[in-house]
């Protein structure tokens, strides 16, 4: 199994900036698949960036040239950082894993991943 533990976030002013980490264990080989979803209060969770292992990337229009996704050297670090920050972007941020190669169509499908963490928390306002 892959275990997933997020961090970075927290409380920042519109118009700020945040940077979110992944951390992968476990039998990380054959992730191929890793991204970020988020979910607000009283609403469903939603695909906010993916990065394939070829680091083919793929962003929801809310965030495309706001955020950005990257993976670390070690490939087992996923990275999203976060610039011009408004109140919509107050959620749950989730780091989510797959063994198969990102969906060009279908990659904000949460039951496409086998394994999330436990999300982190941020807050602008």
């Known amino acids: 199994d892959v275990q997933l533990v997020e961090s970075g976030g927290g409380s920042v002013q519109p118009g700020g900036s945040l940077r979110l980490s992944c951390a992968a264990s476990?039998?990380?080989?054959?992730?191929?698949?890793m991204g970020w979803f988020r979910q607000a209060v009283g609403k469903e969770r939603e695909g906010v960036a993916v990065i394939d292992r070829d680091d083919i990337t793929r962003y929801s229009g809310s965030v495309q040239g706001r955020f950005t996704i990257s993976r670390g050297n070690d490939r087992n670090t996923l990275y999203l950082q976060m610039d011009r920050l408004n109140p919509d972007d107050t959620a749950m941020y989730y780091c989510?894993?797959?063994?198969?190669?990102?969906?060009?169509?279908?990659?904000?499908?949460?039951?496409?991943?086998?394994?999330w963490g436990q999300g982190t928390q941020v807050t602008v306002s």
């Open positions: 476990g039998y990380t080989q054959s992730n191929r698949c």
């Open positions: 989510a894993a797959d063994r198969a190669h990102c969906s060009d169509r279908l990659w904000q499908r949460t039951e496409l991943y086998t394994f």
